[in-house]
């Protein structure tokens, strides 16, 4: 194993493949240059014509958006664009030559489009030489839509995905194809991507800094996503090893199985929820056949994704409900949109610090015609009573209570003609911004519940960002300034009679076990695939030895420290659980 050739990276999503590699590169649209066969023509022209349709869609939403959040002056590009393809004249002219020429679209609106580009690229004028990048995001626009069904299609089946970053919709797009696994340059523990196939159960590495420089399509490599590490033309032996650790992993799957009827409570009878977080539709099955648990996060972004917008309230109303009957009797927290920050944005110009702008409830509050949509979905969907509602990003009492007043003015209408929902219906708060942490006790007055989001937490206490590789090592969950954050918000919540969820994947650590079940919380919405180990973990702690040992621990004061300590109170149950 020595003469192995090894990449190191960030371990975010475990399990371990053998298999194919596939160099995916974004952006990098290959364009279709085929001579079409005569019958192949009409249908060309009306893909083309299509593709157009949706990238002036697509522009016109971001338009709108860019009008409210930065005024019109600002937007006239986007108005530019539109009209550009909208202009008849330039659009009649790649008809003329798909039709004439028998080519396929791309080949020929490249062609075209290139032409322009060269003009203005040799122009002298300022103004006009940066002209030149909005005409070629039109080209990337209408040749991506173009080539919508084709991108993924073209890749085959069973391979690993290696790429400079994967966003969340790559991942989502390529687990159709059966991916093996994710190895990205960029990307850390908790980015969206990181999230994503771990829920899928794909073995992922990130943060391999430059991986795609030293693979390319077709190397044959092991990808163990538990180490982080990626093996290029692995020797005999080393695919041998390979092959018993997935055999292990196998049979431990096993015996997880065995526990999952039992209750998620310690030595000493004290009684956790365990639930799951759900990303995507996919995971709800893995959550019948295997988990028996409830939705202790459900990320609503999924649908803007699946929907290329916001969905509709009827759309949303059908997706609640499908959530809330097959969870049913246990429940489902679902969450308001939550994106920007590395998720989907409703509009397309960049924010100097996207995690610090307009992202989670800020947008909704802007942008309350989305907001109402989907509050008005989840209570219409409320009819069995097991749905609570979760608000992300909240960091101050006036945006809760900007968003509760939204809700009653909903139920008030509601009242008034006759639609049913559920009256006890609970609504909570993520914790993960620290000016909520501070004010925990006065916020708990305001809710019915806290649910604790440890990735932005830690990456905003800490002034670490979630995604980037280069300071990785700085995002620690065992940080001093962590744990007693932690502890405050646990005991804002008690005080006040509420319940503290974590939802974070702090909580899918196995060694991060001890802290939860010491400091007490009520409830780790953990992803699915770490389900049945954490079960199995909390089922061999007590909690009252527990407690003391976070007594202990927090009294520490460097992660080092915290660290160590954890490691070997923990060394036993992770080894009788098969976590080591
Ligand atoms: C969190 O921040 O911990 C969380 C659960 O939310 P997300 O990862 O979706 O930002
Ligand atoms: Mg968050």
């Known amino acids: 194993m020595d003469k192995d050739t090894t990449f190191k990276g960030v371990p975010v999503s475990p399990g371990i493949s053998i298999g194919k590699v596939y160099l995916y590169v974004r952006n990098n649209f290959e364009i279709d240059s085929r001579d079409l066969l005569p019958d192949e023509i009409e249908k060309e022209t009306a893909d083309f014509q299509k593709s157009l349709e949706l990238s002036i869609n697509e522009l016109s939403k971001i338009r709108n958006y860019s009008y409210e959040k930065i005024g019109e002056a600002n937007s006239l590009i986007f108005d530019a664009q539109i009209e550009f393809l909208k202009d008849k004249f330039f659009m009649s002219q790649v008809i003329h030559r798909i039709q004439n020429e028998k080519r396929a679209a791309g080949y020929i609106f490249n062609e075209e489009i290139s032409k322009l580009e060269d003009a203005l690229s040799a122009s002298k004028d300022s103004y006009l030489k940066d002209r030149f990048e909005d005409i070629k995001d039109i080209k990337n626009r209408v040749i991506r839509n173009l080539k919508r069904e084709k991108l993924v299609s073209k890749i085959g089946e069973n391979l690993i995905i290696v790429s400079h970053e994967l966003t969340p919709a790559d991942t989502i797009l390529f687990s159709k194809r059966k991916v093996l696994g994710y190895a990205t340059d960029k990307g850390g523990n908790t980015s969206h991507a990181a999230i994503i196939s771990r829920a899928l159960r794909i073995p992922a590495v990130v943060g391999m800094k430059d991986i795609t420089r030293s693979l390319v399509t077709g190397d044959f490599v ?39 009827d039992l209750p998620c409570e310690t030595t000493d009878k004290k009684e956790f929820e365990l639930s799951a977080n759900i990303d995507f539709d996919e995971e709800i099955d893995f959550i019948i056949n295997t988990g028996h648990c409830g939705v202790g996060l459900y990320r609503t972004e999924h649908l803007f994704l699946e929907e290329g917008g ?8 059908e997706e609640y409900t499908h959530i809330s009957d097959v969870i049913y009797p246990k429940s489902v927290t679902i969450r308001t949109y939550d994106i ?20 989670g409830i800020r947008i909704c509050l802007d942008r309350e015609d989305i907001f109402r949509e989907q509050l008005r979905a ?31 003015e909903i139920l008030d209408d509601f009242d008034r003609n006759g639609t049913e929902y559920d009256k006890e219906l609970k609504t909570g708060i993520m914790i993960e911004v620290p000016s909520a942490s501070i004010m925990a006790d006065a916020l708990a007055k305001e809710v019915d519940f806290f649910s604790i989001g440890t990735n932005d937490l830690i990456q905003y206490l800490l002034a670490v960002d979630r995604g980037n590789s280069l300071i990785s090592g700085l995002y620690q969950e065992f940080h001093p300034a962590v744990l007693r954050t932690l502890k405050n918000i646990t005991e804002a919540a008690h005080s006040n009679n509420i319940t503290v969820s974590v939802c974070g994947e702090m909580a ?36 009252k030895e527990s407690s003391e040992f976070c007594n202990e621990i927090l009294c520490l004061t460097t992660e080092e420290e915290i660290r160590s300590r954890l490691e070997n109170y923990m060394e036993k149950y992770l080894r009788e659980t098969g976590s080591l």
Do not use: C
Request: aromatic fraction near 6%; charged fraction near 30%.
């Open 508 to 543: 899918s650590n196995p060694l991060a076990a001890v802290i939860f079940t010491g400091l007490g919380v009520d409830e780790l919405s953990v992803s699915p695939s770490r389900f049945p180990e954490i079960k199995q973990i909390i089922r061999k702690l007590n909690h």
């Open 222 to 260: 092991i990808i163990d996503g538990s180490s982080g590490i990626i093996i290029k033309d692995p020797s005999v032996e080393t695919i041998d090893f390979y092959k018993k650790k997935i055999q292990k992993l196998l049979e431990n799957e096993e015996r997880l199985k065995e526990i999952i």
């Open 310 to 317: 916001f969905p509709s309230e009827e759309k949303q109303t």
């Open 378 to 408: 989840i209570y219409r969907s409320s009819q069995n009573k097991n749905i609570r509602i979760l608000f992300p990003m909240i960091s101050s009492i006036a945006e809760i209570r900007k968003a509760k007043s939204i809700v009653k």
């Open 340 to 359: 920007g920050g590395d998720k989907l944005l409703p509009r397309s110009e960049k924010e100097d610090n996207p995690f610090l702008g307009w992202r």
